[in-house]
């Protein structure tokens, strides 16, 4: 069995085009996407990276964007299909397969590699690919999208970012819209809230070399230890507070296990404005 994952051990944050110390890009999932983009998004069941050929890699999105419409229809038939977001599209996997039901079909991603690599895999530009160096999707207006979709993302993403882009996610659905997002319950140790003494140390040094650090300290680390994927979640109670919070109100939360631990639940969660 593969499961999609998305994420990565290291978390180094470049910021040489940032205004601000939000922005960030992951240099390990641009060094992933030079290097196996295709095998980085769609993992072995042991997390290792795969080998894929670019049409069954496709067909894999087809399907997946066939079964979200066919969940969206069932759920709520008469949302809009003008716009979708693909939030933490990789290479444009689904986002080239929902172009088929939307009106529009946009995708976003941290790491330039995978954006630029979408783009080239999209000669016929049915798609429009965002590259998002922030910690929040303030590059789309409130309300841009009639229906968004992130699955096997947020639970590579740390917690605390989490929180941050779940309110985003609603922010940016059109009132009357859909959201689907799917999400482990609590899963891993969050690095950072592990080691407070470096959290205060961080607080001392200028960000520039915080930033010089973490960009060093993914280019020592090899494609074996860049591959190496960490799965985190939030738990259930927790997304529905953060949901409720943005404004939004649960269509649906349904068992999903696609994140590939047995001893966690995980869930989709549907949402509308």
Avoid at 70 to 81: G, Q
Avoid at 233 to 247: E, K, N, Q, T, Y
């Amino acid at each position: 069995m593969i499961q999609a994952r998305r994420g990565a051990r290291c978390y180094a944050t470049p910021q040489q085009v940032m205004k601000t110390r939000w922005r960030r890009l992951s240099p390990a999932w641009d060094a992933l996407g030079r290097a196996n983009a295709f095998g980085a998004v769609l993992t072995r069941a042991d997390g290792e990276l795969g080998s894929w050929q670019c049409d069954e890699f496709f067909a894999t999105g087809v399907a997946d964007a066939e079964r979200f419409v066919a969940d969206l229809t069932a759920l709520a038939p008469t949302v809009s299909r003008a716009r979708v977001l693909d939030f933490g599209c990789g290479v444009g996997r689904v986002t080239h397969a929902l172009a088929a039901y939307f009106g529009e079909a946009v995708g976003v991603d941290v790491a330039a590699s995978m954006i630029e690599r979408a783009r080239a895999l999209d000669p016929e530009r049915r798609c429009s690919f965002v590259l998002n160096h922030a910690r929040d999707l303030t590059c789309f207006e409130s309300g841009a999208f009639t229906v968004v979709y992130s699955r096997l993302v947020l639970q590579h993403i740390r917690p605390a970012l989490v929180r941050r882009y779940v309110p985003e996610l609603v922010r940016v659905l059109a009132p009357g819209g859909v959201l689907m997002f799917q999400l482990p319950d609590a899963i891993g140790v969050d690095p950072e809230r592990g080691a407070p003494f470096l959290r205060r140390l961080k607080r001392l040094v200028p960000w520039s070399v915080v930033v010089g650090w973490r960009l060093l300290k993914c280019r020592l680390s090899g494609p074996t230890e860049v591959s190496q994927m960490t799965m985190f979640g939030l738990p259930a109670a927790d997304v529905l507070a953060l949901i409720a919070g943005a404004g939004g109100r649960v269509l649906d939360v349904r068992a999903d296990d696609s994140h590939g631990c047995d001893r966690v639940r995980g869930f989709e969660y549907w949402v509308t404005r």
